[in-house]
């Protein structure tokens, strides 16, 4: 993926797609690292930093105008996440993206049809089944986000089964652009 061209204006886009709970999050950060160590500046948005309970996938448009529309150009992105970590989402602190070779988004919906022909890749997580994941996620965030993860959890299979996201993914997790661009269904 790194010898290709860019495909979104000067950045090659990663998206680490999936269920709540699968592991993206882990898988994202291996990723990073791992272009990291092949000498790419490589940044990490989550799709956490923008989505809420009652706003899982319409912020999508902040994203762009904040962060990918930016990076693309060769500027720095400046926005401002949610933070979870009183369970509840808050505004967070500011962030800057520095001008990046690969920006990996992770999260539910980072591999959304708007925005798979200017991805690189594609990565897809499975994990286990809903309801392990769920006791993942409790074991992580604590028992205040059962309720809204379990409701979370109904939209997304909704979600992915209108935007059809693992259609687009290969068996291995990972599909490259020309897949992503020449409508081939690699599921």
């Known amino acids: 993926m790194l010898a290709g061209p860019p495909r979104w204006g000067r950045v090659r886009l990663v998206a680490v797609d999936g269920p709540s709970g699968a592991g993206k999050t882990t898988f994202a950060?291996?990723?990073?690292?791992t272009f990291r160590a092949r000498g790419a500046t490589t940044g990490l948005v989550a799709t956490d930093h923008y989505a809420t309970w009652d706003d899982p996938v319409a912020w999508w448009p902040r994203l762009v105008t904040e962060v990918l529309r930016p990076?693309?150009?060769?500027?720095?992105?400046?926005?401002?996440?949610?933070?979870?970590?009183?369970?509840?989402?808050r505004p967070g602190p500011i962030r800057t993206v520095h001008p990046v070779d690969v920006l990996v988004l992770e999260g539910v919906s980072a591999g959304r049809a708007s925005i798979r022909p200017a991805l690189s890749a594609l990565c897809w997580v499975e994990g286990p089944d809903p309801e392990t994941r769920l006791a993942r996620a409790v074991r992580r965030d604590g028992e205040g986000v059962r309720g809204?993860?379990?409701?979370?959890?109904?939209?997304?299979?909704?979600?992915?089964?209108?935007?059809?996201?693992?259609?687009?993914?290969?068996?291995d997790g990972l599909v490259p652009s020309s897949g992503l661009t020449h409508g081939e269904n690699r599921s």
Do not use: N
């Not at 693309?72 to 009183?86: E, H, I, K």
């Not at 939209?155 to 059809?164: K, N, S, T, Y």
């Open 148 to 171: 809204p993860l379990a409701a979370w959890q109904q939209f997304e299979q909704g979600w992915f089964a209108v935007d059809r996201t693992r259609d687009h993914v290969h068996p």
């Open 71 to 89: 990076l693309a150009a060769g500027r720095p992105a400046v926005y401002r996440p949610v933070d979870w970590t009183t369970g509840a989402p």
């Open 29 to 33: 950060a291996r990723l990073v690292d």
